[in-house]
């Protein structure tokens, strides 16, 4: 079975994108959240989002028109999914937020729903037993700036049912996306599998004063043609993220190295609100990061 109608919960930094995309590629779109205050604030952004579209996708005013005509918004959750055929989650990476959601929502859905969470940390197996309904239940991890960034991550958890599992690699690449199945549950998926060692090796080479930030990009942007280095990655990705992730790391391992990166993360950027592209600052400034300049890599 094809979906035609699909539910966002949370119509927060990924919610709304998500929501967005998904319009825009035919769906009728219901955004759900806490209360109408906070979807007023997403109707908000779903204008930054035309803006992004017409220009990063050259998208035309009548596709933006009906784009927002299949959008429609609701605080009520029983309405909300009456007549979803899929439900995308997007509420905050809490697990006991999202095992409440998960209870309220098992009791008011429709048994054709089948529900994914975009959780970028958390595991499916996690809330399987919670949505009531296993089988039908999967993760769809996007990437921030989604109609940008599109790559759709999809991981069930052992109980996942394959043909659910295939609806939903559809769904992705029907709005758009580059659909990239997991066999089989891994935490970070692929893409943080590869990023979070990436940049934490990088890290580590600075703290160890092996060499300066420009350096360790320069020596990955040469040696492997890659447009940004790990410094410059970890100004997009937002240096509080890196700063949280090895926080959490030194605290459970008492590795010094990371205990050193915190204190070097916390000392030169977040004491100083230098937390990359979004603040301005971060290992570079913008809106002209000088890895961008055409001397950078001589
Ligand atoms: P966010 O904090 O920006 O938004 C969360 C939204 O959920 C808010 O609008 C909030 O009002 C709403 N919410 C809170 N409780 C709710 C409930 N019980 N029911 C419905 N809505 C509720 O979070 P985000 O950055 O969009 O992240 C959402 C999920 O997407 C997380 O699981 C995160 O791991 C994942 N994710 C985030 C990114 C990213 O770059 N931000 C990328 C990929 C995946």
Redesign the pocket.
């Known amino acids: 079975m094809d979906f035609k109608n699909i539910t966002i ?7 709304y994108q998500i929501a967005f995309q998904a319009a825009f590629h035919g769906y009728d779109v219901t955004v ?3 209360n109408d205050e ?1 979807l007023d604030k ?1 109707k908000a952004k779903f204008d930054l989002m035309a803006k992004a579209f017409a220009h990063d996708l050259h998208a035309s005013q009548e596709q933006l028109a009906s784009t927002f005509d299949r959008l429609s918004y609701d605080s009520n ?1 029983t309405s909300a999914v009456a007549n979803a055929d899929f439900l995308i ?5 809490n697990p006991a ?2 095992i ?2 998960y209870n309220e929502l098992a009791k008011v859905a429709p048994v054709k729903t089948i529900f994914a ?6 595991l499916p197996s996690q809330f399987a037993e919670e949505t009531g309904r296993p089988k039908q239940f999967l993760a769809l ?4 700036e989604i109609w940008k960034h599109n790559t759709a991550e999809i991981m069930g958890h052992p109980g996942t049912d394959k043909t659910v599992f295939e609806q939903v690699v559809n769904f992705a690449k029907s709005i758009g996306m580059v659909a990239l199945p997991l066999h089989k549950e891994q935490p970070g998926y692929i893409v943080n599998s590869l990023l979070v060692p990436l940049l934490s090796a990088a890290t580590d080479l600075l703290v160890n004063e092996i060499a300066d930030a420009e350096t360790i990009d320069k020596t990955w942007m040469v040696a492997t043609g890659a447009p940004t280095g790990p410094f410059g990655i970890l100004d997009i990705v937002g240096i509080t993220t890196a700063y949280n992730i090895n926080k959490i790391n030194a605290e459970a391992t008492n590795d010094p190295v990371k205990i050193k990166t915190v204190a070097y993360l916390k000392e030169h950027f977040i004491d100083k609100n230098k937390l990359g592209v979004a603040t301005g600052e971060g290992f570079y400034t913008y809106p002209n990061p000088a890895y961008q300049s055409p001397d950078f890599l001589k």
């Not at 919960?9 to 919610?15: I, T």
């Not at 989650?89 to 990476?93: K, L, T, V």
Request: proline content about 3%; glycine content about 10%; overall charge negative.
């Open positions: 919960a949370g119509s927060g930094v990924l919610g759900y959240d806490i906070v997403a959750l989650e997007a509420i905050p990476e937020i999202k409440s959601f969470t975009n959780s970028s940390t958390l991890h996007f990437a921030n």
